[in-house]
């Protein structure tokens, strides 16, 4: 993929828990392809897979008639996914966990997903789609970091 | 289409003499895991089983459901003074579990040798 400018490739899934890591090996395929490190892919795939399974869990509400749409662009220096569903999109983002009051069974031990990709990658941003659907999480993961 | 979580208890003895209960998972670790994760360790008596050791050698895939089940876990553990401990994960998965903060309640180890040395 040297003469890599900008590559798209687009994966359909259907809202079944489990079909994210469809997404999660098409991600990571992708990005080693572009030559990012491997630590760096397995970043990606657990970001690409947590935000599929919001999509399917709380975007498309397991509805298997609605569909998740991935989209990779890989261009030269970066992997940009969209993660999009049917759903109205967040409408705040969650705080971030705190193990302690899980501990205490002061916050739900789940919920971390979101955490998890903005931790993981460089970029992400909620998008909520225009007529409350078509929402997408947006992934920007930097090939620089290889310089590290 | 998650590969089914498969789990089995082995008993132990760490070098210092203290018996030692080992969780050995097989498969993914995600929201279908319950029985296999939390059903498991709530099956193991906790009058004995003061000291746990989760096996993931054979886990490829951890999601934040299934991490989720293992905080689960690890509440119940505390309510019951028991200690857990765990090796075998990837060092992605040992970042992930730290960011977390498992790692806070629940001490990694590369290895079952090096985890059991330290208990």
Redesign the interface.
Known sequence: MSDLKTTTVEVRLPS??????VAMSTAASVAKLMGFRE?RV??LK?AV??AC?NAIEHGNRLNEKLSVGVVLSAGQDSLEVKVIDDGKGMSKQPAK????R??H?EE??????M??IQ?LVDEAEWVAGSNGKSSYVRLMIRLDKDAE | ??SETKSHVDQLTSPAGHPVTVLRFEGDI???SKDAVLGTYQALPKETAKLILLDFTKVD?I???G???V??M??EA?NSAQKVYAYGL???FVK?FT????T??AGLFPSQAEALAAL
């Open positions: 079944r828990m489990g079909f994210e890591k630590d397995e970043d657990t897979a947590e399974i966990p705190d193990i302690d899980k501990m069974g739900d031990p789940r919920g971390m997903g955490f998890l931790a | 289409m998650q995600a929201s279908t895939y999601n934040s459901s991490i989720a089940l905080i689960q690890l509440i505390a990837s060092a992605h992930v960011m977390v903060g498992i806070k309640y």
